[in-house]
């Protein structure tokens, strides 16, 4: 059974960088059915897909971050990982990573992790 | 970007009921649409991909459907843990959205 564990700061600064990890478990990030996604939800409101990477490392970004958006993969350490720069209190929200399997979309997702930006 | 609508917002019914939730898209998306349940404190759990192909171990009281750019969600029988916010994604093509959510109470 796969798993997946987000891990990273809990707080971060307005205007500095925000950066998660995306532990998976029980499968391996380079098997080549599977992308990996960032999804977040602001406290009380929907959700918001960031991004997908291809443990090639190649990607996909939601234009409406894209220009601060940067997700990452590490096969060797079977992670990826997203940064979110020039932070806002916006961007505060349980970030979540997900697996998405072809026809499937996202069918694991990880427990998600609160971010709140603030001084 | 692709718009999800779903509908009701909120939604209220008895245990037994029939309960059908609606997401509308603002174009064709083929039938690349999922629904997910998601209660509070928890990640979304994935009910239905592929519009109407049914997740392994989801109770097959849920069930999806399509007519168009219309997708429904139906639960045949509520049960109280069925009482939980409810979202459509579509993954026809980048961005993918979501809809705005329809949070289903148990009367």
């Known amino acids: 059974q796969v798993q997946l564990q987000e891990s990273g700061p809990g707080l971060v600064k307005p205007s500095e960088t925000l950066s998660l990890t995306c532990t998976v478990s029980?499968?391996?990030?380079?098997?080549?059915?599977?992308?990996w996604g960032w999804i977040r939800q602001p406290p009380g409101k929907g959700l918001e897909w960031i991004g997908n990477?291809?443990?090639?490392?190649?990607?996909a970004y939601n234009p409406s971050l894209k220009s601060r958006v940067t997700i990452s993969v590490d096969t060797s350490k079977n992670q990826f990982s997203l940064r979110v720069s020039s932070v806002a209190a916006t961007d505060t929200a349980v970030y979540y990573c997900?697996?998405?399997?072809?026809?499937?979309?996202?069918?694991?997702w990880g427990q998600g992790t609160l971010v709140t930006v603030s001084t | 970007d692709i718009q999800m609508t779903q509908s009701p917002s909120t939604l209220s019914a008895s245990l037994g009921d029939r309960v059908t939730l609606t997401c509308r898209a603002s174009?064709?998306?083929?039938?690349?649409l999922a629904w997910y349940q998601q209660k509070p404190g928890q990640a979304p759990n994935l009910l239905i991909y592929?519009?109407?192909t049914l997740e392994s171990g989801v109770p097959s009281r849920f069930s999806g459907s399509e007519s168009g750019t219309e997708f429904t969600l139906t639960i045949s029988s509520l049960r109280p843990e069925d009482s939980a916010t409810y979202y459509c994604?579509?993954?026809?093509?980048?961005?993918?959205?979501f809809g705005q959510g329809t949070k289903l109470e148990i009367k």
């Open positions: 997900a697996r998405m399997h072809g026809d499937v979309t996202f069918d694991y």
């Open positions: 029980g499968g391996y990030i380079n098997n080549n059915n599977y992308y």
């Open positions: 990477i291809y443990y090639t490392g190649s990607t």
């Open positions: 174009q064709s998306i083929s039938s690349w």
């Open positions: 592929k519009a109407s």
């Open positions: 994604q579509q993954y026809n093509s980048f961005p993918y959205t």
